[in-house]
Structures are given as C-alpha cells and as structure tokens.
C-alpha cells in the first residue's frame, strides 16, 4: 500500500513537472501546457500497462485536459492548478463529513484494496486508529492547500509548481509512511471486542490480512 501511494504521488506530480519547468524556463504557455499533456499521456498509457485500472488512467489524463484547457481559455498559467486544487477541496470538506459517519477514507480505501470492505468498521481499535490517521492527513492537507490557495490568488504558477513538487510531494510521501507506522502502534494490542472479525488474526497490515 505504501508503494502504491508514492507511485500514485510520483505520476500525480509527473504532469506538473512537465508544466513547471518549460514554463519557468521560456514563459511560453502553449508549450509548457503541450509538454505537460504529453506526460499526462505517458502516465495513462504506464496505468494502462499495468493494468492498474482504465478509470484511474482516464481520470489523471481527463484532469490535465481539463487544466491545460482553463489555461488556455484563460490565459492565466496559474489555472492550469485549478482543477487539482479543486479536487483537493472537495475532499478537504468531504472527509471531515464521513469521519463524523464513522466512514474515514482510509478505511474506506484498505477495504477496497484488502477486499475485506467494510468489516474495519466492526474492530474498535482499527476504526479509532484509521480515525486518528485520517484526522492528521487532513491537518496537513488543509494546510497545504490553504498554501495553495494563496498563491493561486497572487498568480504565482511557477511558485505553485515548485511548491507541489518540493514541498506537497515530500510531505505526502512521509506522511504516509509515518501515518503507517502510526496505525500499526495504534493496532498493536489485539480487539477484544466480540463483534470484531479481526480478532485472534496476526496483524501483518493495515487490512488484517
């Protein structure tokens, strides 16, 4: 899981690089939003062959269409973001919602890639600590896109791309190791709940399994 949440950071960032840096080098837009399109290209075409799934393919490629055409409609480089950081909010003001659910997306996602659905929700301990974890991802998503924001508001694109790719890139990819590594402290002691379907299982990962 960890490897799969750093390869999907790396191929989220890969059309930003190919935006950012003709962009900061010529201040041409038409080029640096071709460049950038041709990556997001590359990366559908790698989902594609590794049979990770068409919707994720079409989905990375769908949103760089998308912010390559406000861009260009626009005229403003700094839209060429929009789209993400819109993307970005919905799931900042979606998150707080299902945690009040008792639906934290964490959870959400280890059921779905584990193939154990919604069977966390009956172990206590797992439901806390997916709570936990996903209550500090969005402390410091929050805080990053209010970073965003404010940049996207002076039209500082190129500052924008240095910032997702030196900043947001890094801090997501440690933040999923040590949210990991927290869930597994917080998973340590063993459920004694009698609902709990995971219990007497040796806990090899974030799913149970």
Known sequence: MLREAGLHVAETAAPALGF????????????SLGVALCVAALVALHRLRQSRGVWPAVGGFGLAALAGALATLSGEAADYFLPLIAVRAVVAVATPVLLLLRLPPAGLVTGLVTRRGLAWRRCPVRLRAFTIVNSLW?????ALLA???????????????????????????LAAVLLWLLYRRLT?????????????EARRGP???
């Open 188 to 200: 340590g002691r063993p459920c004694r709940d009698a609902r709990c379907p995971f219990e007497g």
């Open 138 to 142: 969005l402390a410091m998503e929050a």
């Open 207 to 209: 799913g149970g399994n």
């Open 20 to 31: 950012t840096v003709p962009y900061a080098v010529t201040g041409d837009l038409a080029l």
């Open 147 to 173: 970073n965003q924001l404010r940049l996207y508001h002076e039209g500082q694109a190129v500052a924008m791309g240095v910032f997702k790719l030196l900043v947001e890139v890094p801090a997501h990819v």
